[in-house]
């Protein structure tokens, strides 16, 4: 039965596209729920943060510019190739 159960939420975390907003231009994407992420602003992002995501293998996050002015996006975790420090998107 808990390998039916693992099974279970696996293929739902897999499922599921969450739908993100920043707070204070720092978004937290909490991996329990989902492994796809969209992100909908019309501010800049300063931080983004990855929850519980270890196990899963790979995050996909789009992010939405809902504005009419460009946005950046920076603040990636260092896991992603994009230092802290730099804006890669």
């Known amino acids: 039965m808990a ?3 693992e099974t279970k939420h696996n293929q739902n975390v897999q499922d599921q596209t969450c739908v993100a907003c920043p707070a204070n231009g720092a978004v937290e ?3 329990t729920r989902c492994n796809r992420f969209r992100i909908t602003t019309d501010v800049d992002i300063n931080s983004i943060t990855l929850q519980s995501c270890g196990d899963i293998g790979s995050v996909d996050v789009e992010v939405l510019n809902t ?9 990636l975790p260092d896991t ?6 730099d804006c890669c998107l």
């Open 3 to 5: 390998l039916k159960l």
């Open 29 to 31: 994407l909490d991996c």
């Open 67 to 75: 504005g009419t002015n460009t946005i950046t996006v920076c603040g």
């Open 80 to 85: 992603t190739g994009c230092p802290e420090t």
